[in-house]
Each structure stands twice: as structure tokens, then as C-alpha cells.
């Protein structure tokens, strides 16, 4: 007997993948990328995540390019070179994803596909003049995407049940990658071909449509606009707190402006097409007046963000931020002045300025990166550490504001921009000596500042390394000549060959090991100790080598130690020491020889 059902279904699924192959082929390669980076992630596998990457931002891409398609019927061989030149761009992406730094990957990644999302809701209704239909395309697209949500989390958490069930009630062994690979295909191919089979196929017809949802007009009305109302009225609060106070707006008011603002937008988009009706009078009312209301908020992001910039010179977080409320003043001046408002106006320009930052002169990663480097070339100028275009220890301490945006500087190049940004500052026979090349970029910060004789100071926040739990200590001068009467040996810190020092990883203890044994421990808590008390008389400078000579002697064995830096951690009473440099000298029994 046959199921009309899933007669019905299979013949649903077969139109959509007729309709949309080329987004559907974007989606199993997207899964099969997922599933090859799943089963064993790593540099192994930096191809296949190049290829996840660009195939994710091919749904979005080549979906709204098949939409632009069928708009202007398109002829056989321009809708191949159309899909071409997509997939041009996807490759393109794909093969120079791997050779930014990882915050450059995310933040690009993340631009284009605001950027072609964006593409999908105005594109297709680009120099159409289809106001209503361009509102109940983007309607139907929104609803969609949520019930296509809802399918695939039901799905996917059913089937995980089935499988848990299998594996537990019949004793069938099931892996637990099972369940990851599960999610993968329904997430990227099911989700995915659920959402398309409900894409609207005449769009012009659209325009005439009037249908709209009740449920979403009281949604809109009693939750989203008392919401943005509630944030609006603390926002307006905290302005007058910060006018009688005069104390600087909080660095993050931006995040909280920004969210207000996009879901007041959203808010009035929902209901737009409801704004004419005499018995929706409050939605004019609501638009006009989310927009003028939300002008003094931006004032205070910009003002925020001048401070900081000012402090810390300009990253990519910051001008992505300094763009996004300048577009915001502009599109609220716009709709708060102008009669006859459009809405594509929105998305379209918001996708123009995701592109247009996305590279360039003007670019955000171009324009951050130039910023902090000018502003570390200045300190180190303004600190007489710059002689002949060339780095050079400081001559002398500096102050705790030099030394925290110069942390902040190279934390910002380190990050963001790799050693190829510090070499364009250092030269290239100078990453500092001793940098580890650990993920912590605070570590790798700390050493290369120690190396130009400068204790690290964290740029964020205002308190002092100790407190947030850092340290990095160093000498302040060239070592002097000292007394090694009675050591057998010398040994560089932390390894050398025969006998060795080590450091194992969160001890916080030098530790001498013979032919695989321990034979002597370091403790370095009172190094720790002596220095913070000398820094609590003296302030933040560089440390005499008595403070830094460490020894213990066990028996016929002794270890001195003359360290030139010390850098670390402490947790919760618990000394992490991340890296350390100096001079070693060891005395063994006579019978004992370095091999």
C-alpha cells in the first residue's frame, strides 16, 4: 500500500532540488567538509575547514543569485556564468582563509555572511518597485527559517533518542560520533533543503498579497516594542546620569545601544505594512519615535568610543563599531525626517557596508592594523627606543600608562596580525629572542616586553598586573660579574643537554634533573615574594640582581640561579610560571660528569 504522504514529500523534495541544485550541491559539500573536520579536527584538516567555510557562505550567496535568476529570467548560459563567478568568489575565499590570523578569519568570515544574508533579503527586489512584495518575501523568508529551525531540532533530537535507545535497551553499540555526525547532516543538508522547498516561487505575485499573521502583530506590539521601550527608557536614564555625574560613558554602552537598535528595527519591520491603517495609528507613532529617541544613545556610543580609541588606538571591534553607529545615525536621521520611507533601504545599505569595510585602505583590518602600529613606533619614539629606525632597550622606566598601551599595542598586532605586524616594527631579525609561541598572547606579549627591558602591564581594565593575577619581571641592567665559587656546572634556563633544567607546566618550580631523575626543585614563590615587596616600596620598576638570585643546596648538590625574567601567573594562591630566562649554575657529587 502506498503512503501518498511520503509520495507527497518525495515529490516536494525533488522540485526544490530542481529548483535550487546549485544550493543544494553548496550544502552536502558543506556536510561532507563538516564531517571529514569532525571526525578528527586539527591542522590535519585545514583544507577541509577552508572548504566548510566557503560552502556555508555559498548557501546564502548562491541562493540569492538562483532568486535573481528566476526575478529577471535569466538565460541558460547567463545564469551558468552568474553561478560561476559565485563560486569564484566561495574558492577565492577558501584559499586565502588559511593564511590570515584567526581573528582576521572570523571577523571576514562573519562580513560576508551578514553580507550575503543581506544579499538574499534585498537583491531579488533590487530596481523592482514592489514595496509590499519585498516586505512579504522577506516575511515569508523569516518564518520559514524559524519552522525549519524548529524541524530539524525535532529531527535531530528524535533520532538522538532512537539512537541512545538502540544503544542502550538493545545492546547495540552506538559510537558517540554517531550523534555529532547526525547533527552535521541534519543542520547543513536537511535544515537546508527544508527551508528551500518554502521559498516563495512567484514573487511578483507577492505585491498583491495582504496577508498578515495576528499572532506576529501582537508579538511585535507586546513584546518586542515594550522591550526596545523598557531599553530606551534605562538608556535615557543612564544619559542623564552620565550628564550630572560627568563621568564617561561605560565602554560596552555600545553592544547594549546596538541591540536596542537592531531590535527596534526589527520591531518596526515586522509591522510595517500595518503603518498605514488608521486603527494602527501607534506604529507611525512608535517608528518616528524609536528613531528620534535612540539619536542621544548613539551620541554616547560615540563618545565612549572616542575615549577609548583615544586610550588604545583603533582595532577592528572599535571601527566595526565606530561604522555600525554612524549607519545607525544615519538610518534613524533618515527615517526620522523622511515622509515616504522605504525599507530596503536598510538591508541594502547595511550589506554595502559590510563589503565595502571588508578590504582595502579603508578596510577594517588595514585601517586597525596601520593605527597600532603608528601608535607603538610613537611610544617607542616618545621613549627613546627607537635609534636609527631600529629598536633598543629602554633607556629608562616607563610610566604605567606608556607601558599599558604599549602592551595594549602588541597584544592588538600579536592577535589580530600575526609576527609579520611585529616584524614591520622590529625588523626582521627581531621577534625577541625567548618569545614563546604559546596561544596565551599575553605570554608572548609579556616576553617580548621584558626583552625591551619593559615589565607588561594588561591594557584592559585599570588594575595593576597583580591584581588581575600577571607578572612579568625582568633586571634592569646588564648583569655584572658575580661569584660562582664551588658549582661544578653551568646550564642555560630552562634546558641544555645532559644535565637539565625544566620547567614543568604549572608548577612554579625549576626543577634539575640527572640521567631522568629529580634530583633538586626550585621553588620561585620567593622570588615572587621578595619582588612584591620591593615593588610596593619602589613602584613599577625594573629589579636589582639580588632579587632575582635564587639557591638551594641539598647534601653535595647545589643549584644558583641568576634569572633575567621572570613571567607567570598566580590562581587562586597557585604560582603559574609561563616562562622564564637566565643563568644556572649546579654543583654536583665529583663523580657525576655531563654526558
Request: glycine fraction near 8%; include cysteine.
Amino acid at each position: 500500500m502506498k503512503l501518498p504522504a511520503v509520495e507527497e514529500l518525495i515529490e516536494a523534495a525533488r522540485r526544490t532540488a530542481a529548483r535550487f541544485p546549485v544550493v543544494l550541491l553548496s550544502a552536502a559539500t558543506a556536510t561532507t567538509a563538516a564531517l571529514i573536520v569532525a571526525q578528527s579536527p586539527g591542522d590535519r584538516h585545514r583544507i577541509a575547514e577552508a572548504v566548510l567555510l566557503g560552502a556555508t557562505l555559498g548557501l546564502p550567496l548562491l541562493f540569492a543569485l538562483q532568486l535573481i535568476q528566476e526575478r529577471h529570467r535569466l538565460g541558460r548560459v547567463s545564469a551558468i556564468l552568474l553561478n560561476l563567478a559565485g563560486m569564484a568568489i566561495l574558492s577565492a575565499f577558501a584559499a586565502v582563509w588559511h593564511t590570515w590570523p584567526t581573528e582576521m578569519q572570523v571577523g571576514r568570515y562573519f562580513q560576508l555572511s551578514i553580507a550575503f544574508h543581506l544579499a538574499v533579503a534585498f537583491l531579488p527586489y533590487a530596481g523592482v518597485p514592489e514595496e509590499k512584495g519585498f516586505w512579504q518575501y522577506n516575511r515569508a523568508l523569516f518564518l520559514r527559517f524559524l519552522q525549519s529551525g524548529l524541524y530539524s531540532f525535532v529531527l535531530c533530537a528524535g533520532l538522538s533518542i532512537a539512537l541512545l535507545a538502540v544503544d542502550k535497551l538493545l545492546g547495540i553499540s552506538v559510537p558517540s560520533v554517531a550523534y555529532r555526525r547526525l547533527g552535521i547532516v541534519i543542520a547543513f543538508l536537511f535544515n537546508t533543503w527544508v527551508f528551500l522547498g518554502g521559498v516563495p516561487s512567484d514573487l511578483p505575485a507577492l505585491d498583491d498579497s495582504t496577508d498578515y499573521p495576528a499572532g506576529l502583530r501582537i508579538f511585535t506590539r507586546y513584546v518586542l516594542v515594550s522591550l526596545v521601550t523598557v531599553y530606551l527608557v534605562i538608556l535615557t536614564i543612564y544619559l542623564g546620569k552620565v550628564i550630572v555625574t560627568r563621568q564617561w560613558p561605560s565602554g560596552w554602552i555600545g553592544y547594549l545601544v546596538t541591540s536596542v537598535a537592531i531590535t527596534g528595527i526589527l520591531s518596526w519591520l515586522l509591522v510595517r505594512p500595518l503603518e498605514e491603517r488608521v486603527e494602527q495609528a501607534w506604529i507611525q507613532v512608535y517608528s518616528r519615535g524609536f528613531f528620534i529617541a535612540i539619536m542621544p544613545s548613539i551620541v554616547m556610543v560615540w563618545l565612549a568610543i572616542w575615549k577609548r580609541v583615544d586610550q588604545y588606538g583603533i582595532t577592528e571591534r572599535r571601527y566595526f563599531m565606530i561604522v555600525l553607529s554612524a549607519w545607525l545615525a544615519g538610518i534613524s536621521l533618515y527615517y526620522a525626517v523622511r515622509r515616504a520611507r522605504s525599507i530596503r533601504a536598510i538591508p541594502a545599505s547595511l550589506g554595502l557596508v559590510a563589503l565595502v569595510t571588508y578590504a582595502g585602505p579603508w578596510g577594517a583590518y588595514h585601517v586597525s592594523q596601520a593605527n597600532q602600529t603608528a601608535r607603538l613606533e610613537q611610544l617607542l619614539a616618545r621613549n627613546d627606543m627607537l635609534a636609527g629606525g631600529k629598536v633598543q632597550r629602554a633607556p629608562r622606566p616607563l610610566s604605567d600608562d606608556d607601558r599599558r598601551r604599549m602592551s595594549s599595542a602588541l597584544e592588538y598586532l600579536q592577535r589580530a596580525h600575526g609576527d609579520e605586524a611585529l616584524a614591520k616594527v622590529f625588523g626582521d631579525s627581531m621577534i625577541p629572542p625567548g618569545r614563546t609561541p604559546s596561544g596565551e598572547t599575553h605570554v608572548s606579549v609579556a616576553q617580548i616586553m621584558v626583552s625591551l627591558g619593559v615589565p607588561y602591564l594588561p591594557p584592559r581594565g585599570v588594575e595593576a598586573p597583580t591584581q588581575r593575577g600577571y607578572f612579568s619581571y625582568y633586571i634592569g641592567a646588564a648583569r655584572t660579574a658575580k661569584p660562582i665559587g664551588g658549582y661544578t656546572h653551568a646550564v642555560t634556563v630552562p634546558i641544555d643537554r645532559g644535565v637539565f633544567l625544566r620547567l614543568p607546566r604549572d608548577s612554579g618550580a625549576l626543577e634539575l634533573v640527572r640521567e631522568g631523575a629529580v634530583v633538586l626543585r626550585l621553588p620561585l614563590d620567593q622570588v615572587r615574594e621578595g619582588v612584591e615587596a620591593y615593588r610596593q616600596v619602589n613602584g613599577m620598576t625594573a629589579l636589582p640582581d639580588s632579587l632575582m638570585r635564587i639557591e638551594r643546596r641539598d647534601g653535595d648538590m647545589a643549584l644558583l640561579v641568576y634569572l633575567s625574567s621572570l613571567i607567570g601567573r598566580e590562581d587562586r594562591g597557585h604560582l603559574q610560571i609561563t616562562s622564564v630566562n637566565g643563568e644556572a649554575f649546579v654543583r654536583l657529587p665529583v663523580s657525576a660528569s655531563m654526558r
